[in-house]
Every structure is written in C-alpha cells, then in structure tokens.
C-alpha cells in the first residue's frame, strides 16, 4: 500500500533556529501535500496544501514566512520552520494524496516538535 | 464552510462493550466520510470510508452508514479490544475537484479499552 515517510519523528531545538521537516511518499507520485499541526488533545489543524512545482497554498492565520513549505517533487515536500520559538512546539503531521484519486490520503507519521 | 462535530471524549469502555462515536457534519452537496485512527504517537490511518448516501464503510470490525437524511456517519464496533484505544476522526472531504481536496476534522474522540 501507499506509504508517506516523515521525518525526524522527534526533534528538538533552541529558539530561534530553524528545523526542516521531510515528507516522502515512497511508492507513489504525490500531486498534493498537506501540512498539519495538532496541539495535544485536540484537532488536526490544516497549515498548507502544496502542489508540485508551485507556491504551497497556506490557510488563514498560517505565517507563511515562519512555516516555508516546498514541494519540489512529486515524492517530497519539506517543511521548514524557520526562527522557531517554544510557542511553534507541536505535533506536526503531512499527509500526501496520491495521482489520480480523489481520496488517497496517506498520512506521515508525524514529528513531535520541542522547541526550548 | 463544512465542518464535523463529533463526540466528545474521552470514552472508556471494558473488553468486549460495544462501541458507538457519534459524527455529524455540514457540507455542501456531496461530501466524502471517512473515519481515521490515531495510535499515540503516531499519524492517521485511513479506518474506513463511504463516498455517498447509504454506502456503508467497514473494516476490522468497525462500521459506519453514509446518512443523508441526518448527515451522519457514526462509527459502531459491536466488541471492542485493549488494542482498539486510540483517538477517532471524523472527517469529510468536498465533491471532487472542490477546495483542492482538503480534509475537514472533527476535533478526535479518545477511546480507551479497559481489560
């Protein structure tokens, strides 16, 4: 079946620099991405929608020059989160749709982000 | 917009109780349902899926019946195990080529199964 790599699975840093996050799907041609962001307990929160080989689509609310999301293949988009702050700590998950389908979500598993 | 409201957690049942997660959602004209599974620590795992009215997704157990009439999708396990604890999406997905294919969460229930 279709696989999503993310990685790290945990990282933590110090305020102020920056952690790039890598989503792979490794057996299949991803057209989109989404990023997420989940607090503990709660929701997934949608971030950005990314395209191969344009400019990530961010939802409201969502600072596009703090979280840079590149998607520079159909098998990797990264996820930069630049000047970190302990506020930005969270659970970070991609998810990339498969060529071709309408609903063949296949969810990363995910990067627990601790930023002191 | 759309947007699911499911229940609210955390649920805890014994080995072998049956299990019900009640979704409902609001969307416009045909949206997609599915059910995703949370491990701790890990992402989601598509659980099952239904694409229109009356379709009924099921898969290790669970169920879920498309219904238009009350725009739900309620999840059912008739004996849940230790290993089914997890958190629980609903989730819908808009007609196709709509808003890029996004996903719409409910905010996760929390189940866990006592031995």
């Known amino acids: 079946g279709a696989v999503v790599s993310q990685h790290p699975s945990w990282v933590i840093c110090k305020s102020g620099t920056s952690v790039k996050i890598e989503c792979r799907s490794l057996?299949?041609?991803?057209?989109?991405m989404f990023w997420y962001r989940q607090f503990p307990k709660q929701s997934l929160m949608l971030m950005a929608t990314s395209n191969e080989g344009s400019k990530a689509t961010y939802e409201q609310g969502v600072e596009k020059d703090k979280f840079l999301i590149n998607h520079a293949s159909l098998t990797l988009s990264t996820l930069t989160v630049t000047s970190a702050h302990p506020e930005d700590s969270s659970f970070y998950i991609c998810s990339a749709r498969q060529s071709g389908t309408a609903y063949g979500y296949t969810f990363g598993s995910g990067t627990r982000l601790t930023v002191v | 917009g759309d947007s699911v409201t499911q229940m609210e957690g955390p649920v805890t049942l014994s080995e072998e109780a049956f299990l019900t997660i009640n979704c409902t959602y609001t969307a416009t004209g045909y949206p997609s349902l599915f059910w995703y599974v949370q491990y701790p620590g890990e992402g989601l795992q598509l659980l099952l899926k239904a694409t229109k009215a009356d379709d009924k997704g099921s898969n290790k157990g669970f169920e879920a019946t498309y219904r238009k009439e009350t725009t739900s999708f309620h999840l059912e396990k008739g004996s849940v195990q230790v290993s089914d604890s997890a958190v629980y999406f609903c989730a819908l997905h808009g007609p196709r080529g709509g808003s890029n294919y996004k996903l719409t969460f409910g905010k996760g229930t929390l189940l866990t199964v006592n031995p």
């Open positions: 057996d299949f041609q991803a057209t989109t």
